[in-house]
Each structure stands twice: as structure tokens, then as C-alpha cells.
């Protein structure tokens, strides 16, 4: 099946950054982009799609989330740290079962698809009802069942969290035609213990496999382990091994010089969640930093708990403005830089080469965003509106492997009415 | 005209804050709300709306604007303050003719009544275009001609700006059924005369106005001021008799304490404008001080060319998180005391007395939102939702003086495709 995508301005990418094509044509082959260009191509496609006028961006990569904590949403906003995690959350999370995962899981990428994003990187437990979920609707996603370890007299190999994890690797890795991969993950410092560590970090770089950690996100965390080990949080999991694979790491707001130099050259990505470090009030990531060591930023969104949203449009607004105001420097934070977080880094923190953006032979991992609204004018540049003025809700149209699962209000891939239902069911369950 | 809205949850407002109606009724006679109730009501009424299960909240008060600046909306994004300024806003505005204004103010208030704005404060110049547009559209707003001053020899009475901004006010305030005020204005202290702020000053008081000034937006100015004068810039106003009257200072970001002491004593509104302070670089504004100390805080946009958007959904979220994230501490920004700036103070900030809530014998200014979406459920509490998970695009109507100006995505009193060509023609105007 090779469709053509006509009447679209597209915001492709090149070797050397993001480029504007006006009027343009984007034609797919089943699932890769084969064709980019201003003229019309002379080749025949089966199907013409006329995008009216819509602007055509690469599609997004959350690459830090906790799925299907949609379920909480809202639960204890404006409480003190502490008291919102141990009154609230964790109670709330130990009545989860399967089912409410699944649910959440589907509510979680029914409001991803609606506002961009393509593909996300998930750390939680019950992952395979996230994996089905995934598999059902047609998204991408790196999913890992986070370890944490609390008795030091148990062995790695009786933990049933290690279990789950190792069962889950070799159950789902590159399902889906590889559209959903298994990474490892450790779930912080603070709640994990040096040898589950150690033996984890080394079967992830058995399996070849991408680690997915928690990483200084408050002061306290970074300071409470100072005080515990001798060591900041990145040096304990590097001198643990947890850096021996390509990792991933969420928050890093706390990270001093040193650490910083420690990811870059372990090759960790830091993921910026901002609205989650604003709401939670852990504070500002040195982003400016990382980009100018040359570290491969992710961007993601965290739980809907923090958030309260899984809206990556909202991410790269706050990404694009907050870092101007916490320096005093408007100049700070480019537009080319937040996408770039959002896309050809997103792909390249969860292993895959072949997504990320725009551009021939790359999978169609495409959205489309409607400019004909009072906010999206006048539009000169799509950057600046992408990161500036645009809404999730501007998305039009959601494109996976070429595969369109989300359109004008619509999912394709799943039944609106039964999630909400099976959603409203695990409320009842989680909450009476 | 009589008008039930049915089937809705309701956050009206009481002498002790917001409180939250379940599955009630709001009755409407012509312009006020003359019902509010659990229960449905016994008396007849003309026409009964169902709200389909949407929330009603108060209308949205913008209290800083420049509406028509949509005309200049992503123009040199990313440039240091000064370059931003001097080589794309000045010279752009400097073509600006009445026309554009109109076609600008038009395309302002349709991006604000599809995002909950019932009401704005907007300091501009052509104020007359503007005021058109208000009168046309059925939106409410304060408006004033911008006075800035550069020649020591030009007389008050001889200024053209001064002659603007009182024959605006003759000709304009208390239009349209007191829908359409007028207020003075002073640009800022680095763009007026001693001489001439005194004199406005002066006229303001004479005339019982509202006077709408920029304070302490960024550092340089701030200090520059009290260099040049040795007075902070709340001094400078102060002592020139600018608050006299009851005033709004947009900004305020680098006001010391003893400012806010000032604003405090003379009854001055500092405007939090929090994405534009963000984006330009300025800084984190006081907002819980002057909050603890009962300062009328009110909540605004500022223009479309340093937002990028109208945006007040989108306002409270950034204002209920980055004070957040500034001072490491998640409790210090309510959505209950954010909601209260964006309606109650604003109203009052305008000088409107039956406006800025849902409560009996107020005027029905009124939005409802849907709740039908992903990233609105679970929804426990409607206040947490609107400051932490609602987008612009779930205002689904927007009511003033008990009016339907917006509905469904439909502009009921503005000509949508009319105003999208006009602008179009000033933007050939403006940038070819």
C-alpha cells in the first residue's frame, strides 16, 4: 500500500537539523517515508490523501512515563511531597491490579495519540497489560518493570520484581514488528539496594538491553545519598555498573558539574520532565548544560499523577520558556533544540535508528497539526508555533508506521467507550 | 429571556471561596444569574440548555493585555530583549494603521473567548479599533491609551497620546451597557516623563479612573531607575501621585518588599503575567507574597508577541507550577487562589462590582468546560482539573452578560472568516 500526503507544509529533518518544505508532498511505502518533495512525484501511490493545508512534524517521544498512573490523576495535588507519595500514591498504587493497568494504560495513550506523540518510554509494574495495550493500538513504546529492593538478605534471583522484569524481556522485546521494546530499570538510589544494582546493571549488559533509572530528581534524594554512600546518586549507579548499557535518566535536576560529566561519558541520557519539576517543586534541570556538553537530552512528561497530563506539546512549551526565566535570558532555549529532545533524541534513548523524524526511508512516524485556528496566526514560522503557540489539541492526526491511529477526534485503534468503562471500573475499585 | 442550563456541575462563588454545585441548574434572566440550584427550580423559564454534563466555571478576567500584538505573534522569537524590541517590535508597530488594530483586537478576541476569557485589560494605542472590535464581539474589557513621553518640552495638554487617551475616554466609557471601560494608562517609567505622569496622575484622579501602568517587568529596568532617580520604580510612581488612583502594574517581578509595602498601602493590583515573564527572561514575580500580604493579584497574557498565545487556561496552569518549581515547595501555589485571580480579582481590578463569579444577581459570565476527554478523567475535583489538566480547547462555551458569544468551536458574533482575511491583509501590510 504506498499513500501520498499532498497539500502539507513539512517540517522534515536533514543531516544537519530540522528543514521547511512549503506545499510539499510526503509519500509512504507501507511503513517508511519514500518520497519528500515540493514538486508532485511522478510515481503511482494507491491512495492520495489531501492534508488541507495541515503542517506535518515528526511525530513525538515521550521517553519518561509512568502509564498508567492516569488512574491517579489529580489524587493529592498541593500536598507536601511526602505526604502525597505515602498518603496517597503508594496506597492507591497497592490496590492496582492488571485490569486498572490495562485501563490506565489505554486512557494514558488515547490522550498520547490525541496530542502527538508517537512513541513513550514507560517504567512501572503489570507491563504486560501495558505491552497488550501498546500491541493493540499500534503506538510504540520501550516499557521496563522497575526493580526496587528494600531486604538486603534477599538474593537478585528471588526477587519477583527481577523475575517479572527478566519474564517480560523475553516475552514482548521487539514485539509488534519491533515497535515495542523491553528496556531494564532500576527505579532510584533511594529505593534500591547495591547488590540488586549490581547484579541488574550486569544482566542488562548481558541482554544488550537499555537501563531506565530515576536520577537526583529532588535535593533531598541527591543529598540524602551523599550523606548515605560518600557519592552523589549518578556516581553510586555508575560505580554499581548501572551505566555499563545505554541509559536513560529521569530528571537529573540535581546534578553537579561532576555528574554531569559522568552521564556524558557513559552515554546517559538525562529526560527533562518540566511539569512535573515545576508541580512537584524539585526544581530546574541544567538543560542548557547538557545540550552544550553534547548530551542527548530526552523530554517526558512522567505520570499523570505529577503532571497532570501526558501532553508532549505542553512539555516543549514549558521546555522552551521556563529555562528563559530561571536564567534571565530569552536566548537560552531554542525551538530546534526542544523538537529535537522531543524527536531525534527520544529515538535514539529508546534504541531505534530508523525513527525520530521526517526524512526517506525512516518509518512514518508522522502528525499533522491544524494552523487554522485564532491561535496559529500568523504562522511564519512551524518551530516557533510548534513550540510557542500550539495546542495537543491542534494535533489533527496521529501516523505510526504509517498506520494512522488517531484523526480528527477519532481513535482508529481503540474503542473510546469501552476504556472509559473499564476506567470508570477500576475507579470504583481504586477509590470506594 | 429566561434560560435554564441543565445537566451540569457548577463552581460558584461564596462569600468564603469557590464551592462546587453537583449536577445542578443556573438560571439566567437576560444578563444576570437569578438561579443557582441542587434541585431543579420551580419557576418557568423560556428556554432550557442542556449542558451535557460539562462544568461551569466563572469567565476568565485577562487583567494585561495588547490584543492587537497578535498581528506580531512569533516575530523574532529567541532574540536578546533589546534586539526583539528595537529591530522587529518597534518598526512593525510602527506601520501599524487602524485598520490593523481592528483585524488584530478581532483575531485577539476570538483566540480569548475560545479559551474561557470574558473579559480584558489592554493598554494599546488606535484604542478606538479595539473598542469597535469589544462593542462588536459582546466581550467585556478595560482598555487604555498607552501615554509614553520622550520630549521635556512638550506640554501634557499638547501631547497627541494624552489627547488620544482622554477622547477615548469620553467617547467610550461605560459603552455598550458598561461592557466597554475606559482606564488611563502610563506606558512604564522608562518610557515617560516626570512632568507628564504627574499630570496624568493628576487627570486620572479628576476623572475616577483606572490607571494601567508596566512596573518592574525586568531587572535593568528596575535598577536603572532607581540609578537614575534613586527611587525604585513603585517609588517613582508613587511619589508622582500615579496612585492615587486605583491601579494595575503589570508585572512586578523585581518589585523589592518595600514595594510591595507601596502597592499594599495605595491599593495597586500587580498583574502576574507569567508565560510572557518566563519567555522574554524577566523572572519569577513575588505572587506568594503579595498574596500573603492581600494584595489583589490579578492574572494576564500580556501581548501575542511575547506569549505566544491568549491564553488564560494555559496562564493558571504555568502560575499554579513554576512558583513551584522556583521554591522547591509543591504547596505554595492553590488552584482555588489562582482561579481567584483570574475571575474574582480580576473584577475587581476592572472596577466591576457584579462580575467575576457565579453567584446570584452577577452578571452571567459564565464558560463551560467538557470533561469528555483522555486527559480529563478521573476528575475528582473540578478546580484541580482547571489549574492542572484543562487545555483552552475544552472551553466549549463561552457566555457574557448572558450572551453566547461561543460555542462548539463557533464564534456567534464575529464573522470568523472575515476576520481571518483582514488579517491576512495587514499582515501583507506589515511584513512585505
Known sequence: MKTLMKNCDILASGASGFYVLKNAFCGIDNDRICCLSETEPSEKFDYVKDMGGKVLFPGLINTHCH????LLRGIGSDLPLQEWLFDHMFPTEDKLRPEDVKAGSQLAIMEMLSTGTVS????????????????ESGIKANLCRAISAFDPNEAYEDSYRVKEALKLYHAYHNAGNGRLKIDLSLHAEYTCLEHIVKAHSAKCKDLDAIMHIHLSETKSEHDNCVEKYGKTPAEWFRDLGAFDSPALAAHCVWCTDSDLEILKAY?????HNPTSNMKLGSGFAPIQKMNAMGLTVGLGTDGAASNNNLNLIEEMHLASIIHNGYSNDPTIMKPAEVLKMATTNGAKIQGRTDCGGIALGNKADIIALNFDAPHMLPAFDPLTMLCYSAQGSDVAMTMVDGKVLYENGEFLTIDKEKVYADVRQSLKHLYS
Request: glycine share 0%; aromatic share 16%; charged share 15%.
Open 67 to 70: 502509564a498508567a498512573m492516569t
Open 120 to 135: 513513550f518510554s514507560d517504567m512501572y509494574y503489570f507491563c504486560e497489560d501495558t505491552a497488550e495495550a501498546v500491541l
Open 267 to 271: 552515554n546517559v541520557a538525562p529526560i
